[in-house]
């Protein structure tokens, strides 16, 4: 996890390497004023980045699963459990706690092996970058999470667009995303991104709609020097109120990043105002 990673999260060490704290700011939360929340994908983020520092190795895949939220102004503490430790590969987990409450389980495998490498996946065929509409957030927020990216829609209806022709035939939205402050991608960023699911809900559906993460599992590729990330987001199911989808995560040469899949409970929310 380089410097810039820890900046942006705002991610603090102690005394113990195997012991990290997170202030909860509002630039990491979301939600309505009042009941702003750590956005998951921050947390996600932030408990890689405890491991890299504890481990000194790279994430190849971690899975969180979100059991509490962290309000605004709490104060967010991750230790480090390691499991097995192997000559390249480590596992380990995260127990992630706002006093007594924990909020986070995160279990990861971390390490690199010399090997070939090669890659299937491939991103939509969209415009570039630059080509697609810019897209703000559906209920106008330009606070919390949302106010470090800059957003372009590529394929599919974001939400707060005209949902009137109802129900997606692909279930897919992709989106051109960057951090405005001109950071490059690293691993806290693809995990903040891995979070996006919850934005394609509205797109499948035809209707305002979201979702509370009840998971999210992130596998990662090789990092590329790159600032706009195409977010290849597909939601596969919705069962019994319950949301399966998941994301790709493209660099603009068509380099898989990374890839994530999550559930979430799903949230009908009534249109935004005119």
């Keep these: 996890m380089s410097p810039s990673d820890l900046d942006f999260l705002g991610l603090l060490p102690t005394d113990d390497p195997m012991r ?17 929340f750590l956005f998951g994908g921050a947390g996600l983020g932030a408990g890689l980045a405890a491991l890299q520092g504890a481990l000194q190795r790279p994430p190849i895949w971690a899975t969180a699963q ?25 596992q380990a987990r995260v127990r992630a706690t706002v006093g007594a409450r924990q909020i986070l389980n995160l279990t990861a495998a971390l390490g690199a092996r010399e090997g ?19 897209v703000a957030h ?10 470090h990216f800059e957003m372009r829609l590529a394929h599919g209806r974001y939400p707060g667009s005209n949902m009137s022709a109802g129900r997606s035939d692909d279930g ?23 979070d996006f699911v919850p934005s394609g809900i ?3 559906l035809g209707s305002h ?28 199911a919705v069962v019994s109120g319950i949301v399966h989808g998941g994301v790709r995560l493209f ?3 068509g380099r898989l990043l990374a890839s994530a899949s999550q559930s979430l409970i799903l949230r009908i929310h009534p249109p935004p105002a005119p």
């Design 20 to 36: 990290w704290r997170l202030p909860v700011t509002d630039s990491l939360t979301v939600g309505p004023d009042g009941r702003r």
């Design 202 to 204: 509205s797109n499948a």
């Design 209 to 236: 709609a979201g979702g509370n993460s009840l998971d999210n599992t992130i596998r990662f590729g090789p990092l590329e020097a790159t600032d706009w990330v195409l977010c290849d987001i597909a939601i596969d």
């Design 172 to 194: 897919r939205l992709a989106l051109w995303v960057r951090a405005k402050n001109g950071q490059r991608v690293g691993i806290a960023v693809l995990a903040i991104l891995a």
């Design 138 to 147: 559906w209920r106008g927020r330009s606070d919390g999470i949302n106010a």
């Design 66 to 90: 979100y059991l509490d939220y962290a309000r605004a102004g709490d104060e967010v503490v991750f230790e480090v459990e390691s499991g097995a430790q192997g000559k390249t590969i480590s």
């Design 251 to 253: 660099a603009p040469s």
């Design 116 to 134: 070939q490498s090669d890659q299937w996946a491939a991103p939509l065929d969209v415009p570039e970058a630059e080509a697609c509409p810019p």
